[in-house]
T-cell receptor
Framework: AQTVTQSQPEMSVQEAETVTLSCTYD???????LFWYKQPPSRQMILVIR??????QNATENRFSVNFQKAAKSFSLKISDSQLGDAAMYFC?????????????FGKGTRLSVIA | DAGVIQSPRHEVTEMGQEVTLRCKPI?????LFWYRQTMMRGLELLIY????????DSGMPEDRFSAKMPNASFSTLKIQPSEPRDSAVYFC????????????FGPGTRLTVL
């Protein structure tokens, strides 16, 4: 079974600075998808960024980017120019590309605090 | 689009009572997922449907939990009888049904069983 590990329960960053959240996963498959979701205090789960394992290029969405290292099974999230609104729980998630649709496997999350 | 709709947003009940959580997926989405979030176990899958058919219910804790999807626009998750350890946030998510596509989450239902 696939597992996702987020080794940093909590992180903090100064406003306008850069922070990197770590995620590793375990799988025997060669093709899969990886996601970062944000959960603010409202508890709404919001997709931040996604990465297809077959793509070597790291995904980028505005201030958010990933460092995808397939051989190392590592998928870290970098937040640049951190803003107060970035404060939230961040979940790394894995998904296999089987035919039809498949569920997400989540890490335990990292709580990010942004200091003004 | 209204997004995934869940009701109620909050539910407080007493042990032994029946609880029904409801979900309306995004129109046109073929897959629906029920997840549960607790401090101890994090986010875990309970059950998911493709084209209204249950595919994997191995995450359902026990026979007290049941889920149905009578049509493409509605699903329920029922707990009968409820127990204090069922207290959690229950999320419904939907997606188009293509491999690897994005799952969109509802706002969740916070269930408290006293």
């Amino acid at each position: 079974a696939q597992t996702v590990t987020q080794s940093q329960p909590e992180m903090s960053v100064q406003e306008a600075e850069t922070v990197t959240l770590s995620c590793t996963y375990d799988t025997s498959e060669s093709d899969y998808y990886l996601f970062w979701y944000k959960q603010p205090p409202s508890r709404q789960m919001i997709l931040v960024i996604r990465q297809e394992a077959y793509k070597q290029q790291n995904a980028t969405e505005n201030r958010f980017s990933v460092n995808f290292q397939k051989a190392a099974k590592s998928f870290s999230l970098k937040i640049s120019d951190s803003q107060l609104g970035d404060a939230a729980m961040y979940f790394c998630a894995y998904r296999t590309p089987l035919s039809g649709n498949t569920p997400l496997v989540f890490g335990k999350g990292t709580r990010l605090s942004v200091i003004a | 689009d209204a997004g995934v709709i869940q009701s109620p947003r909050h539910e407080v009940t007493e042990m032994g009572q029946e609880v029904t959580l409801r979900c309306k997926p995004i129109s046109g989405h073929n897959s629906l997922f029920w997840y549960r979030q607790t401090m101890m176990r994090g986010l875990e899958l309970l059950i998911y449907f493709n084209n209204n058919v249950p595919i994997d219910d191995s995450g359902m804790p026990e026979d007290r939990f049941s889920a149905k999807m009578p049509n493409a626009s509605f699903s329920t998750l029922k707990i009968q009888p409820s127990e204090p350890r069922d207290s959690a946030v229950y999320f419904c998510a939907s997606s188009l049904g293509l491999a690897g596509d994005t799952q969109y989450f509802g706002p969740g239902t916070r269930l408290t069983v006293l």
